[in-house]
């Protein structure tokens, strides 16, 4: 391999297998060089003026792409005066609830840098103060306070808490600066529902999942007593934590574990999650139903479930 083509692919390999042809260039290869590895599909265009290095080996739709490969398609078209927002944001802060959309990574740049817009990639113009950037993960990108305000008040509801307990579990946001994410709410469409999803927010929750079942659980009155409940052994050893609990007067504590699809579907996670079934219903305190993404397409196949479980015998 050449010296400029070993460059290229170095470079493309820290970048999500991307590169855009300035830095092509810059590194001695020519238009036409580039045009032909096009022509054999080692080469594949992307945005205008990027290409995906390897082609080969990546999904042929840009929905399927790692998301590290078209966000930086679209840093590279866009350059570094352009932040991530809305979902690319909470991406890039590894905020979890969010739907899988179509694809879109969402940029914005500060009025006067407009640029044309790209298949694949939507520039917003947004004027921003600087308290409202920050960099994660080498990213420019809104705060996980702007980040949220903005997604919440445009989310469903679901999905609004799912990331709300997702930035609370992963300390990415402090339970204090949940009045932050309020103040930035005053007088824009969509605040009065908000505010309910702030208020609903817990970081216990472990997972979208678990967020969708407790509040699918409150919904019909049934809001779980426990998150996160703390199974001992008849020595007092922790065996581990039930996801959502009930307490129930004179009867074992009845506990709801949501199996989401990752990781549990892994086979070395179903093996984890049967012993730990097998511990939890072991030590004659608990007992125990399960949940997965599929069963939430039936929200009264789970209440029905929780009832039959929490009714008085």
């Not at 946001?173 to 103040?183: D, G, I, M, T």
């Not at 307490?247 to 949501?258: F, K, S, T, Y």
Request: glycine share 8%.
């Amino acid at each position: 391999m050449q010296p400029a083509e070993q460059y290229v692919t170095d470079l493309a390999e820290k970048q999500g297998g991307v590169i855009s042809a300035t830095q092509a260039l810059a590194a001695g290869m020519t238009r036409r060089g580039i045009s032909r590895r096009c022509g054999t599909r080692a080469w594949r265009a992307l945005a205008a003026g990027t290409y995906l290095v390897g082609a080969s080996a990546y999904p042929l739709t840009w929905a399927e792409m790692p998301f590290e490969t078209r966000l930086s398609a679209a840093q590279l078209v866009h350059g570094p005066n352009a932040f991530a927002v809305l979902d690319t944001a909470a991406r890039v802060h590894r905020l979890e609830g969010l739907p899988f959309g179509d694809g879109t990574i969402h940029l914005a740049r500060a009025p006067g840098q407009e640029r044309h817009q790209q298949p694949g990639v939507r520039l917003h113009t947004w004027r921003t103060d600087p308290s409202d950037l920050t960099v994660a993960d080498g990213v420019p990108a809104t705060t996980v306070v702007r980040t949220l305000a903005d997604l919440i008040l445009t989310s469903g509801r679901f999905v609004a808490v799912s990331l709300l307990d997702s930035a609370l579990n992963l300390r990415h946001l402090k339970p204090a600066e949940l009045e932050q994410v309020e103040a930035r709410l005053v007088g824009m469409r969509g605040a009065l529902n908000a505010r309910k999803y702030l208020a609903a927010a817990n970081g216990l929750a472990q997972s979208p999942l678990e967020t969708r079942v407790r509040l699918i659980a409150t919904d019909a009155g049934l809001a779980p007593h426990h998150l996160q409940y703390p199974v001992r052994s008849p020595h007092g050893v922790i065996l581990g934590y039930g996801d959502l609990a009930w307490e129930r007067p004179g009867r074992r504590v009845l506990i709801a574990e949501a199996d989401g699809r990752e990781p549990h579907e892994r086979p070395e996670a179903l093996f984890q999650d049967r012993f730990r079934a097998n511990d939890f219903t072991g030590t004659g305190r608990v007992d125990m139903v399960r949940f997965t993404w599929d069963d939430l397409k039936r929200p009264g196949y789970v209440v029905s479930v929780l009832r039959r479980n929490l009714a008085a015998r």
